[in-house]
């Protein structure tokens, strides 16, 4: 009997092991996730064309197209999608055009609307 519990604790011990494993895993997975959507939405608000960000989703699958679907490629979807976004011209010409409006609206030669 005290090795049936022995037995038991053991297989306890492992299963915890792996929800803890999973745990984490999913955490990494919802920070990954909550940075896509964070450039998602920075995109959103740059206007960017629905055409230029179908072929950012299209270039990320194409770059991650494997024949066996499983939780690391969800993951590595993810990875290479914020990668794609981060790359994305608009995110980083936006900050120069703000650094720059105010010395464009210092120009005497602009003509202010």
Do not use: W, Y
């Not at 011990?13 to 996730?33: A, D, F, G, H, I």
């Not at 995109?43 to 939780?71: F, M, V, W, Y």
């Not at 790359?87 to 602009?110: D, F, G, K, T």
Request: glycine residues 2%.
């Amino acid at each position: 009997e005290l090795q049936q519990k022995v037995e038991e604790m053991e297989l306890l011990k492992m299963e915890l092991q792996m929800l803890e494993t999973e745990r984490v895993r999913l955490s990494l997975v919802e920070e990954k996730l909550m940075d896509v959507l964070q450039l998602l939405q920075q995109l959103r608000d740059l206007n960017i064309s629905k055409r230029a960000l179908g072929k950012i989703l299209l270039s990320t699958l194409e770059s991650c197209h494997d024949p066996q679907p499983g939780k690391a490629q969800l993951f590595e979807v993810l990875d290479t999608l914020q990668q794609e976004l981060t790359a994305c011209e608009l995110l980083h010409r936006q900050p120069m055009e703000q650094a720059q409006s105010p010395r464009s609206l210092s120009n005497p030669l602009v003509i202010s609307c």
